[in-house]
């Protein structure tokens, strides 16, 4: 800057001290400070909670510097923005990631030493942030930690939900859900951003005006809602670069309501007004069905609109010619959630800003891409047009419009084949007319991203293959991963101590692939009785937990073999019981010798159900109807005990896996698109016993299949056993057992099954051994 700006920045910095300083004297006196100015406490009287917001808030400092340094930095350089569209985004507890991150970890915990604090007492004061479902919403956040930590210019975008994922409470082994209001005690990790709200448009009509000479269309709407920004910044680790994921909480518009007060009725008016906010409510707890409900619809524009307005404003401070736009803007989108962004910024250009439908079209097919999460056809998003055409009526015109042109591209590549154009077409008629959102992504997305290869093999070849067969090149995968940040450096303190060492280095924090010289020291005894000693405190740790949240005590002696992850039938909770079943009464028919012999075990469930999924939660309550009978035969002792542990989410998960020494990815095979638990278990150190399916077909190549318990069916030999076992009399007699198992009471279904005929106990063995 220069003249007067130069000299007003000049005495800005003189104010200054610098940037915060970190040595544990300025972090105590920050620290008490907010005690007693932020959280407004006396700084000689506060508890753990008190010191724990008052520590959030000092570290919130740290990383404002480093993202007010980041937005200047990438102002003045202009790159091309990287933002990410996402409804869900799993983040969990933000102060041990961020100190961690900001490379302040061991200065926090000597100040707070100092002060007469534990630094991880006070980490566990935090609330789970769960504004996501599962794998697809926790991938978010991963990416959302990586892209700061590689220094990507990006931005994160999506909705703040009053009401995270619902709180699971078990009551007689039953889910009840309760509401997860996350905001009660504040959230130090945003900032409020008043001043960067937009309106939101709804409903209405769309009228035609001239203009030049020609026609424009208005959409006059018929509400308006008001998106205010809150900004969460997301440190990179070992970089200054700290991103911003900017959520958009709905409040009442003024510009609207002007004429509602007009009437009189004052507190009908006000109560309206009110309304609005719960567009950004409450996050939809379903993960893998779509369900057509007009206020997810609208939750999916509300913040795709904000998002829009926002990068448009952001571009043209700098630049206002719309043909730069694609150098300087590339949209991802995380499955078709957010898809009405397409439609949403043809409406902008064309409508708003003016430019010709041609040199609209042009730019979105250059700055859309999306990920796709999905395996199956039944997963995919179809919003009824009439719920469209009411909620946003110039939208459906803009996607009859693309629809149009894309049936004429069609019938001169494939001539007049109607039944693939009935497939391709992005309307897809019938009793009711919809919109299929994932076809109207891959027609204008330049690329469709896969999960993982064989989630790749499965969209070419299956979900997507007409498309494919058209556009092979837009058709891509990259396999997800997870962040060794949370996963590791923050979640296993003790083996990231144990790696830095061996390896006489940290660098791996930002280079994985450095795990890799590990493999020198692999057979040295010093390592290994290491290791064995951070297992052995991670277990002890868990047990404490397992006993905290349940009242059960199980012995860190035991193998805890573990599945955790949402409740599915696909995902095969199921069978896992069913082998535990199996084990308890294999257990129960050994001679003493052999008993002995048996390694103790653990087996450890947790998840949520969606509140709707009737099975899931059938299989819970199994689980714990199996627990009841198996954690109280004193006739197996310590031999065999389950246990679910309730309200997973991802806190609990960061407590779980290190302490695991067996995990099951056991999905039926080709179903999950990639699945990332297994790469957080892998990375602690635990033994896999999975199936040939999503990721973990890539796993086997990496680390061979005699380091993993690897069973069952591949992914091409699935659809027929499914052919055969329908025909099939086992297929039928399983069943039965099953439904015995799920209708009764555990105890009942065993008598019934020891009363009625051995041979539905040896059936059941013969099924599940032939399964697993
Ligand atoms: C999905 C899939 C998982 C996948 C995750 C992230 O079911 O297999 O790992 O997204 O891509 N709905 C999901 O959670």
Same mark, same amino acid.
């Given at each position: 800057?220069?003249?007067?700006?130069?000299?007003?920045?000049?005495?800005?910095?003189?104010?200054?001290?610098?940037?915060?300083?970190?040595?544990?004297?300025?972090?105590?006196?920050?620290?008490?400070?907010?005690?007693?100015?932020?959280?407004?406490?006396?700084?000689?009287?506060?508890?753990?909670?008190?010191?724990?917001?008052?520590?959030?808030?000092?570290?919130?400092?740290?990383?404002?510097?480093?993202?007010?340094?980041?937005?200047?930095?990438?102002?003045?350089?202009?790159?091309?923005?990287?933002?990410?569209?996402?409804?869900?985004?799993?983040?969990?507890?933000?102060?041990?990631?961020?100190?961690?991150?900001? #490379?302040?970890?061991?200065?926090?915990?000597?100040?707070?030493?100092?002060?007469?604090?534990?630094?991880?007492?006070?980490?566990?004061?935090?609330?789970?942030?769960?504004?996501?479902?599962?794998?697809?919403?926790?991938?978010?956040?991963?990416?959302?930690?990586?892209?700061?930590?590689?220094?990507?210019?990006?931005?994160?975008?999506?909705?703040?939900?009053?009401?995270?994922?619902?709180?699971?409470?078990?009551?007689?082994?039953?889910?009840?859900?309760?509401?997860?209001?996350?905001?009660?005690?504040?959230?130090?990790?945003?900032?409020?951003?008043?001043?960067?709200?937009?309106?939101?448009?709804?409903?209405?009509?769309?009228?035609?005006?001239?203009?030049?000479?020609?026609?424009?269309?208005?959409?006059?709407?018929?509400?308006?809602?008001?998106?205010?920004?809150?900004?969460?910044?997301?440190?990179?680790?070992?970089?200054?670069?700290?991103?911003?994921?900017?959520?958009?909480?709905?409040?009442?518009?003024?510009?609207?309501?002007?004429?509602?007060?007009?009437?009189?009725?004052?507190?009908?008016?006000?109560?309206?007004?009110?309304?609005?906010?719960?567009?950004?409510? /409450?996050? +939809?707890?379903?993960?893998?069905?779509?369900?057509?409900?007009?206020?997810?619809?609208?939750?999916?524009?509300?913040?795709?609109?904000?998002?829009?307005?926002?990068?448009?404003?952001?571009?043209?401070?700098?630049?206002?010619?719309?043909?730069?736009?694609?150098?300087?803007?590339?949209?991802?989108?995380?499955?078709?959630?957010?898809?009405?962004?397409?439609?949403? /910024?043809?409406?902008?250009?064309?409508?708003?800003?003016?430019?010709?439908?041609?040199?609209?079209?042009?730019?979105?097919?250059?700055?859309?891409?999306?990920?796709?999460?999905?395996? /199956?056809?039944?997963?995919?998003?179809?919003?009824?047009?009439?719920?469209?055409?009411?909620?946003?009526?110039?939208?459906?015109?803009?996607?009859?419009?693309?629809?149009?042109?894309?049936?004429?591209?069609?019938?001169?590549?494939?001539?007049?084949?109607?039944?693939?154009?009935?497939?391709?077409?992005?309307?897809?008629?019938?009793?009711?007319?919809?919109?299929?959102?994932?076809?109207?992504?891959?027609?204008?997305?330049?690329?469709?991203?896969?999960?993982?290869?064989?989630?790749?093999?499965?969209?070419?070849?299956?979900?997507?293959?007409?498309?494919?067969?058209?556009?092979?090149?837009?058709?891509?995968?990259?396999?997800?991963?997870?962040?060794?940040?949370?996963?590791?450096?923050?979640?296993?303190?003790?083996?990231?101590?144990?790696?830095?060492?061996?390896?006489?280095?940290?660098?791996?924090?930002?280079?994985?692939?450095?795990?890799?010289?590990?493999?020198?020291?692999?057979?040295?005894?010093?390592?290994?009785?290491?290791?064995?000693?951070?297992?052995?405190?991670?277990?002890?740790?868990?047990?404490?937990?397992?006993?905290?949240?349940?009242?059960?005590?199980?012995?860190?002696?035991?193998?805890?073999?573990?599945?955790?992850?949402?409740?599915?039938?696909?995902?095969?909770?199921?069978?896992?019981?069913?082998?535990?079943?199996?084990? +308890?009464?294999?257990?129960?028919?050994?001679?003493?010798?052999?008993?002995?012999?048996?390694?103790?075990?653990?087996?450890?469930?947790?998840?949520?159900?969606?509140?709707?999924?009737?099975?899931?939660?059938?299989?819970?309550?199994?689980?714990?109807?199996?627990?009841?009978?198996?954690?109280?035969?004193?006739?197996?002792?310590?031999?065999?005990?389950?246990?679910?542990?309730?309200?997973?989410?991802?806190? /609990?998960?960061?407590?779980?896996?290190?302490?695991?020494?067996?995990?099951?990815?056991?999905?039926?095979? #080709?179903?999950?698109?990639?699945?990332?638990?297994?790469?957080?278990?892998?990375?602690?150190?635990?033994?896999?016993?999975?199936?040939?399916?999503?990721?973990?077909?890539?796993?086997?190549?990496?680390?061979?299949?005699?380091?993993?318990?690897?069973? #069952?069916?591949?992914?091409?030999?699935?659809?027929?056993?499914?052919?055969?076992?329908?025909?099939?009399?086992?297929?039928?007699?399983?069943?039965?057992?099953?439904?015995?198992?799920?209708?009764?009471? +555990?105890?009942?279904?065993?008598?019934?099954?020891?009363?009625?005929?051995?041979?539905?106990?040896?059936?059941?063995?013969?099924?599940?051994?032939?399964?697993?």
């Amino acid at each position: 800057e220069s003249g007067e700006g130069k000299a007003k920045a000049e005495r800005m910095f003189s104010l200054m001290d610098g940037f915060l300083k970190n040595d544990p004297i300025s972090l105590q006196k920050d620290i008490l400070d907010h005690v007693e100015y932020t959280v407004a406490r006396s700084r000689f009287s506060f508890d753990d909670f008190e010191a724990y917001q008052a520590v959030s808030h000092s570290v919130r400092d740290r990383l404002i510097e480093r993202w007010h340094d980041t937005h200047a930095y990438f102002k003045r350089k202009d790159p091309k923005r990287l933002y990410f569209f996402s409804l869900e985004f799993l983040m969990g507890r933000s102060l041990s990631n961020s100190v961690i991150n900001l #490379g302040v970890r061991d200065q926090y915990a000597d100040a707070l030493n100092q002060l007469g604090f534990e630094f991880e007492v006070l980490a566990e004061q935090e609330g789970d942030a769960a504004q996501g479902n599962g794998g697809l919403a926790r991938l978010s956040a991963c990416q959302m930690d990586s892209l700061a930590t590689m220094d990507f210019p990006a931005w994160g975008y999506g909705l703040r939900y009053q009401y995270g994922l619902f709180r699971q409470v078990i009551l007689d082994g039953f889910q009840h859900e309760q509401p997860d209001y996350w905001l009660n005690f504040g959230n130090p990790w945003e900032i409020e951003r008043i001043h960067v709200s937009y309106a939101v448009k709804f409903y209405g009509t769309v009228e035609e005006q001239d203009l030049n000479g020609g026609k424009r269309k208005v959409w006059v709407p018929g509400e308006m809602v008001e998106a205010v920004a809150y900004d969460n910044p997301i440190p990179g680790y070992g970089t200054r670069n700290t991103i911003n994921l900017r959520l958009w909480a709905a409040k009442p518009s003024d510009l609207y309501d002007m004429e509602s007060y007009g009437t009189g009725d004052y507190i009908n008016a006000v109560i309206n007004r009110q309304k609005a906010e719960t567009i950004s409510s /409450v996050l +939809y707890p379903d993960d893998r069905s779509y369900q057509g409900k007009e206020l997810r619809l609208k939750q999916q524009y509300f913040f795709v609109s904000a998002s829009v307005q926002d990068i448009i404003r952001r571009f043209k401070d700098s630049l206002n010619d719309f043909n730069q736009f694609p150098e300087k803007v590339a949209l991802q989108l995380n499955d078709t959630h957010p898809s009405l962004a397409i439609p949403e /910024v043809m409406r902008v250009l064309v409508d708003e800003e003016f430019l010709s439908w041609k040199q609209a079209w042009d730019i979105v097919c250059k700055i859309f891409s999306c990920t796709t999460h999905t395996v /199956v056809p039944e997963g995919l998003e179809k919003i009824p047009v009439d719920l469209l055409g009411s909620v946003l009526p110039r939208h459906l015109q803009i996607i009859f419009d693309i629809n149009f042109s894309f049936m004429e591209e069609l019938k001169k590549h494939f001539g007049l084949d109607f039944n693939r154009l009935s497939q391709m077409s992005i309307v897809e008629e019938g009793a009711v007319k919809s919109i299929r959102m994932a076809n109207l992504s891959i027609v204008c997305c330049h690329t469709v991203n896969g999960v993982s290869r064989v989630h790749l093999d499965i969209l070419k070849t299956k979900v997507f293959k007409d498309f494919y067969e058209l556009w092979p090149q837009k058709f891509h995968y990259k396999t997800n991963g997870v962040t060794q940040r949370r996963w590791l450096v923050v979640s296993n303190p003790g083996l990231c101590g144990l790696i830095s060492k061996w390896l006489g280095t940290d660098a791996w924090i930002r280079d994985m692939d450095l795990l890799m010289g590990l493999r020198d020291h692999a057979g040295d005894a010093e390592l290994q009785q290491e290791w064995k000693m951070v297992r052995r405190i991670n277990k002890i740790r868990l047990a404490e937990f397992i006993d905290a949240m349940t009242g059960m005590m199980v012995s860190p002696d035991a193998m805890f073999d573990v599945q955790i992850k949402r409740i599915h039938e696909y995902k095969r909770q199921l069978l896992n019981i069913l082998g535990i079943i199996y084990r +308890y009464d294999c257990i129960k028919n050994m001679k003493e010798s052999d008993r002995r012999k048996v390694v103790p075990r653990v087996c450890i469930i947790g998840g949520k159900a969606a509140p709707g999924y009737d099975m899931a939660k059938k299989i819970i309550k199994l689980c714990h109807a199996v627990g009841e009978t198996i954690n109280n035969d004193s006739d197996i002792d310590d031999l065999l005990k389950l246990v679910f542990i309730p309200d997973f989410n991802v806190s /609990v998960a960061e407590l779980v896996i290190p302490g695991s020494d067996l995990s099951q990815h056991i999905s039926t095979a #080709g179903h999950e698109a990639s699945g990332t638990g297994s790469m957080k278990f892998l990375m602690n150190g635990c033994l896999l016993l999975a199936t040939a399916d999503g990721a973990t077909i890539e796993i086997i190549e990496e680390i061979g299949e005699d380091n993993m318990f690897l069973f #069952g069916a591949k992914v091409h030999e699935v659809p027929k056993l499914r052919e055969k076992a329908e025909n099939h009399r086992v297929a039928l007699q399983f069943a039965r057992v099953l439904s015995q198992i799920c209708l009764g009471w +555990y105890v009942m279904a065993t008598l019934a099954m020891r009363i009625t005929s051995n041979l539905s106990v040896t059936l059941l063995k013969g099924v599940v051994t032939s399964i697993s």
